[in-house]
C-alpha cells in the first residue's frame, strides 16, 4: 500500500509536466514597467519587454508570456518562428518554453482557452 502512494506521488506530477507539442500561432511583446532607479536626475523609471506568445495544442490555446528576469533590461527571447511547431510542458500555470535552439524559457499560463474544431 505505501509503495503505491509514495509511486502515485512521484509520478503525479510527472504525467501533469510531460512535453507537449504545439503550433505557434502568434507573438508578441509588450513593454512593461520593471521599477525604479536612482540616477543623476532623480527616480528614474525602469521598463522591460515581455514577450507572450500564444501557443495551438490540440483542443487548447495558450496564451503566455516569458518574464524578463529580475535586473535585465534587455532579456534574451525565445528564438521561435510562427506557424511552426514548438515544444512545450505546462504545470499548473507555470510554463516551459523550448525554443528552436534547444534552450528552456520559463513562463505563465496568462489565459487557456477550448478550441472548437
Given amino acids: 500500500m505505501r ?3 509514495l509511486v502515485l ?3 503525479g506530477p510527472a504525467i ?3 512535453w507537449q507539442t504545439g503550433q505557434l500561432v502568434d507573438s508578441s511583446s509588450e513593454r512593461v514597467f520593471t521599477g525604479t ?3 543623476v536626475f532623480g527616480q528614474q523609471a525602469r521598463y522591460a519587454s515581455m514577450p507572450s506568445y500564444v501557443i495551438r495544442s490540440g483542443d487548447r490555446e495558450f496564451v503566455i508570456s516569458v518574464r524578463p528576469a529580475p535586473g535585465l533590461l534587455r532579456p534574451r527571447m525565445p528564438h ?4 511552426t511547431p514548438v515544444r512545450f510542458r505546462v504545470d499548473k500555470r507555470k510554463v516551459t518554453l523550448l525554443d528552436d535552439d534547444g534552450k528552456e524559457y520559463k513562463g505563465q499560463v496568462e489565459r ?3 478550441v472548437k474544431p
Avoid: F, K, R
Avoid at 521561435?80 to 506557424?83: E, G
Fill in 80 to 83: 521561435v518562428v510562427v506557424n
Fill in 3 to 5: 509503495t503505491v502512494a
Fill in 16 to 18: 501533469a509536466a510531460d
Fill in 37 to 39: 532607479t536612482d540616477g
Fill in 9 to 11: 506521488i512521484l509520478a
Fill in 112 to 114: 487557456e482557452a477550448l
